[in-house]
């Protein structure tokens, strides 16, 4: 698998990541190895979870197969803080304590002495940005954390702290941004992608492949081992499933007939190869899932067929 520099860093990662959110949930612990070796196999470098993902399972779950599957240094390991749970109710924080006692957490979890990349995962109104950024310098100038970055920040959100990062000395510098993108969300494209490209972060999409609908297998219904029928994500992808969504499904599917590739392929390698994107996250419920994904490797989309894409969805608005 091709290489990528994260933004304007040293650092290098694959130019697919693979997603672990649904790993110790949705993704039980036989399904996560056979990821992570089909992944590893391919060539692919980074690995991206999160101290949220399923209460802390997802990076238990990480560090019981590094060192086994593969050794740690064949992994860029990626992980966030800000999000957690209380209950049923989501909870951001971004506090210096809070985001530093995370992070050693999550160390433990991984069962690694430090991370690669270590991102605050949600912008959080109440706390002084300086505040929050001041947990990233102590992470990385205390050796917990290699790089720093940012996720779902808007554009002036992440100009910000990226121009503070900077103007600061001994601050470290923000080298990505984890954001959605896909050809049914392309909102980045207005403000956070010109940022992040004149700042230097390199983009990391999730959900690159419009929470599942971009493979098509909602044209027909919702399949019951689906996220979309699953309790913890009918919301998430329910909002995906309305008619202006479907029109660029269709547009998708036209492609991938005359290409004869399968619609994942055709928009997994449009979001790959935009401007500013280093590497879209691969969410991959199932190891035979993220194997077909791991096949656009070899998959370059014509320019008509790229431009025809970009005229069906640039209009497209999504109730986010």
Known sequence: MQQRSLGS???????????????????????AREQLIAFVEAGGTLVDTAAGYTDGDSERLIGSLL???????????????????????????????????????????????????????????????????SALDYAVSTGRASYAGISNYSGWQSAQAATWQRAVPGRAPLVSHQVEYSLLNRAVEAEVIPA??????????????????????????TPADSRAASPHFSGFVGRYLADPSQRVVEAVARAADGLGWSLLEVALAWVRDRPGVTAPILGARTAAQLRESLGVEACELPVEIVQALEDVSADLEVTP
């Open 196 to 221: 992040a490209q004149a700042l230097g972060l390199g983009i990391l999409p999730w959900s690159p492949l419009g929470r599942g609908v971009l493979t098509g297998k909602y044209r027909g219904g």
């Open 67 to 133: 060192g086994d599957v593969c050794d740690r240094d064949d992994v860029v390991l990626a992980t966030k803080a800000g999000i957690s749970r209380r209950g049923r109710d989501r909870v951001t924080t971004a506090s210096r304590g809070h985001l530093i006692s995370t992070l050693d957490a999550s160390l433990k979890r991984l069962a690694v002495d430090h991370v690669d990349l270590w991102q605050v995962h949600v912008w959080v109104d109440d706390v002084p940005l300086e505040e929050t950024l």
């Open 9 to 31: 860093s040293g650092l290098t990662v694959s130019r697919l990541g693979l997603g672990t959110m649904t790993w110790g949930r949705d993704t039980d612990e036989h399904e």
